[in-house]
Nanobody
Framework: QVQLVESGGGSVQAGGSLRLSCAAS????????MAWFRQAPGKERGFVAA????????YYIDSVKGRFTISRDNAKNAVYLEMNSLKPEDTAVYYC?????????????????WGQGTQVTVSS
């Protein structure tokens, strides 16, 4: 099993940047496909970005392409989400997730391990 803890959330103005971190313990992140999801108030949790466990392929939803970057540091056993040019519609609780079967997926039900989430608030 792997335990995931997110950090780095906060409040920023539109156009600002934040870097979210997901620290893993129990097992190395290199064994997992990792992803970030988010849940805005009153909305369902949705996929944001993923990075594969093997070659580090990445996958993003269209609305964050060019603004967000997912990366991993196996030596630090962590995954990151660099968020630039933030918009008010990016406001949400951001969750880190992991699964070890198959490849990249945006399906929430494929992810077995989840962190507790970190709040990101973007004001206009």
């Amino acid at each position: 099993q792997v335990q995931l803890v997110e950090s780095g959330g906060g409040s920023v103005q539109a156009g600002g940047s934040l870097r979210l971190s997901c620290a893993a313990s129990g097992r190395t992140v290199s064994a997992y496909n990792m992803a970030w999801f988010r849940q805005a108030p009153g909305k369902e949790r949705g996929f944001v970005a993923a990075i594969s466990r093997s070659v580090g392929s990445t996958y993003y939803i269209d609305s964050v392409k060019g603004r967000f970057t997912i990366s991993r540091d196996n030596a630090k056993n962590a995954v990151y989400l660099e968020m630039n040019s933030l918009k008010p519609e990016d406001t949400a609780v951001y969750y880190c997730a992991a699964h070890s079967l198959g490849g990249l997926t945006a399906r929430m039900e494929d992810y077995v391990y989840w962190g507790q989430g970190t709040q990101v608030t973007v004001s206009s």
